[in-house]
Each structure stands twice: as structure tokens, then as C-alpha cells.
């Protein structure tokens, strides 16, 4: 089989959604042939993990465009692209986030089977979503956002009707699958986040992690609260410049950009904090997290009860940085305890292998669509 990945991101280091992509491709790079193009700092052609890749580089004026105008001028630029690529027969073609639109739009012009991948509230959502919200973004957008609302609403449809026109809709997790079918009668399959390899379980770890992208919706200013509450050695992996300062100010926190080698961060942990903010689809850190056999303290929101299971704590009253401190202690408390969440932990884990959630995605793929990869 012949695949095509069509997406705004593919470079490493990256977020979740990317991280989980690329796996998967991988995984299917080793019985098929697979190219993915994407938008980049220049364009290239060179191969990489068994894959064709194929950098585009972005115009710059798109560099100074607000975002929803950038979405819709640049999902008009990719559909050019993409009509001179997929001039060559491909059987599948996946896509993810910001150039869905316009990847939809070619794939059926080509006609090519196309399978699109929610990931977070993207396609639906113009700002951030809030439970029992009915998807009424003007009301939490800002001014200057208010001011292109019917823009948005253009922008928003073209999503939706792209996510509705292809072939088959995957979600990151049954919160996920159940959302889009309630909010935009979106019907979709799951498979969970692609993790590949395996983590040495983590043994002798002595700081508390937090591990993601530093944004309010996250809970970074939750994480903050905790490290200036209790006295404990903290590490912060991810994108926290937008942070600095608050950063800096404590100094039981040490900060670590994104990384690739996840095992050296895993290492020095004894508790990974998940405090979500908002509804989480499926962040990904739980499962990994799980795989090292690490205890995780998480909120009760989204997705993420579904992700841990029994296999860790979560915490109702998740944005109240003290009802995080007490659950703390109270697992560095008990040794019982935390050994008991660790053994759980890693079986768990078990439970999203990269070979269980590939088989998974290959009966789905032949179910729905009648395609063997």
C-alpha cells in the first residue's frame, strides 16, 4: 500500500499529536511505502525512518497573519501543493489539524481515500471549550476575535464539512469520539495515542514532573502554585517561555525544553502531574508515564479518566493547587501505596502498545474501508 501524510507539522521535537502521528507512520512505513509532506523551513526531499518526507516551505507572509485569516490563505496555498503530489497514485491518504480542509479537498479530487485524525477540539472549537459551553465561541472569544466572527464561522464550517466528506474519522479517545458525535454529528473510530519502544521502568527518581506544552489550558499556573506551596524538587519539560519569569523565580524548578530522549527525563521522576485545566482529549504523557511505571497524579476531566483508569489518582477538584498538594502527600506517605500504583501502572500500560493500538488501526482500516496494510 501506498500512504500520504498531509499535514502544517512533522518535524521533531514536537507535541502529542505529531509525535503520535509519526509513530504510526512508522509503524506502517515497515510493511508499506509512506510519504508525508508538510510544512517546513525550506523544502527538501530526503528520507527518514523507513519514510519519504517532503518539506514545504511556508510563505513568510504567513509568518504575520493573525491566526484564522493564516488558516484559510494557507489551506488555500496547500491545496496547490498537494494537487501536484497526489498527481501520483497513492491507495490512503492521512491528515490531522490545520490543512485538513484542504487535504479533504484533494484527496477527493484525486479520488484517493482519505482518513482524517481528531486530535484535539480544533476542527469544532474557535477558542478553547469549556463542559456545558453548547459551542457558543463568540461568547468566550476576545474583541479582536470578536471582530471576525463570521470569518471564524466560514473557517470553522470548512473543517467540519472536511472531517463530515472523508472516508473515515479516527479519535484520540472514547471522551473524544463521544464529543464530535454530540457536538458536530461527527461519527468517528478510536485508536489512542502511538507510543513506540519501551521505557525502562524509573526507580529512584526524586522529583515531580510536569510534562507538556505551558499553556492555562494545561494547568502550568497549577504546577507553579504546587512547586511555591510544597518544598519538593520539580521538573518542567516542554515550551515554557512564555513563562520565564515565574519560572526562574522558583528555585526548586528546573526547566528542560522538549526533548526526543524521554527516557532521561522519565529517569529522575517519581510523580508526573497531568492538571489539565480544561477537557484533555488524551495527553499522552499519562501513557508514558504508565510505561516507566511512574505514578499519575491527574485531573478528572476529558479524557484523561479513561487513559489511567485505577492505574493512578485523579483529582476532582482540579483546579485547586491544595487538593494537589494533599494528594502528594499523601502518596509519598505511603510506600504501599505508590508501589501498588506503580505495579498497575505498568500493566496498564500494556494495554496501549503501540502493537496493540496498530492492530487496532489495521482492523479499522480493513472494516471500514476494505483496505489490508
Not at 50 to 72: D, N
Not at 96 to 121: E, G, H, M, N, W
Not at 150 to 170: N, T, Y
Not at 315 to 323: C, D, F, K, M
Amino acid at each position: 500500500m501506498k500512504i500520504l501524510f498531509s499535514g502544517d507539522g512533522f518535524l521533531m521535537p514536537a507535541g502529542g499529536a505529531v509525535k503520535s502521528m509519526r509513530t504510526l507512520l512508522e509503524l506502517l512505513a515497515e510493511k508499506n511505502e509512506v510519504h508525508a509532506v508538510f510544512c517546513g523551513k525550506e523544502n527538501r526531499d530526503y528520507k527518514e525512518a523507513g519514510m519519504m518526507l517532503h518539506e514545504r516551505k511556508m510563505p513568510c507572509v504567513f509568518k504575520i497573519l493573525k491566526s484564522t485569516p493564516k488558516q484559510w490563505l494557507l489551506n488555500r496555498w496547500w491545496r496547490g501543493i498537494l494537487q501536484n503530489v497526489l498527481k501520483e497514485k497513492f491507495d490512503l491518504v492521512f491528515t490531522q489539524q490545520v490543512l485538513t480542509p484542504s487535504t479533504v479537498k484533494a484527496a477527493k479530487k484525486s479520488k484517493t481515500k482519505v482518513v482524517c485524525f481528531i486530535r484535539d477540539y480544533y476542527p469544532l472549537c474557535l477558542t478553547t471549550p469549556r463542559e456545558g459551553c453548547g459551542m457558543a465561541c463568540f461568547n468566550c472569544l476576545p474583541l479582536a476575535k470578536k471582530l471576525i466572527y463570521p470569518i471564524s464561522l466560514v473557517v470553522r464550517r470548512g473543517r467540519l464539512d472536511a472531517l463530515r466528506e472523508s472516508d473515515l474519522v479516527i479519535a484520540n479517545s472514547d471522551y473524544m469520539s463521544r464529543f464530535y458525535e454530540e457536538c458536530a454529528q461527527v461519527k468517528s473510530r478510536v485508536i489512542y495515542p502511538v507510543i513506540k519502544g519501551r521505557y525502562t521502568p524509573a526507580r529512584g527518581g526524586d522529583r515531580i514532573g510536569f510534562i507538556t506544552k505551558a499553556g492555562a489550558e494545561k494547568g502550568i499556573k497549577i504546577f507553579l502554585e504546587i512547586a511555591r506551596n510544597l518544598d519538593r524538587k520539580y521538573l518542567l519539560v516542554g515550551n515554557a517561555e512564555s513563562y520565564e519569569k515565574e519560572v526562574k523565580a522558583l528555585s526548586n524548578v528546573e526547566y528542560v525544553p522538549w526533548t526526543d530522549n524521554m527516557q532521561s527525563i522519565y529517569a529522575k521522576l517519581k510523580i508526573v502531574l497531568v492538571p489539565s485545566q480544561l477537557p484533555d482529549s488524551s495527553p499522552r504523557v499519562c501513557i508514558e508515564a504508565m510505561r516507566a511505571g511512574i505514578p499519575v497524579i491527574a485531573s478528572k476531566i476529558g479524557g484523561i479518566p479513561e487513559l489511567v483508569g485505577d492505574a493512578g489518582i485523579l483529582v476532582g477538584e482540579y483546579s485547586n493547587p491544595q487538593a494537589w498538594v494533599e494528594e502528594i502527600k499523601k502518596l509519598e506517605s505511603n510506600p504501599k501505596i505508590y508501589n501498588k500504583i506503580s505495579e498497575k501502572s505498568l500493566r496498564r500500560a500494556g494495554t496501549f502498545s503501540a502493537e496493540e493500538q496498530l492492530a487496532r488501526f489495521r482492523g479499522i482500516i480493513r472494516e471500514e474501508l476494505n483496505i489490508e496494510l
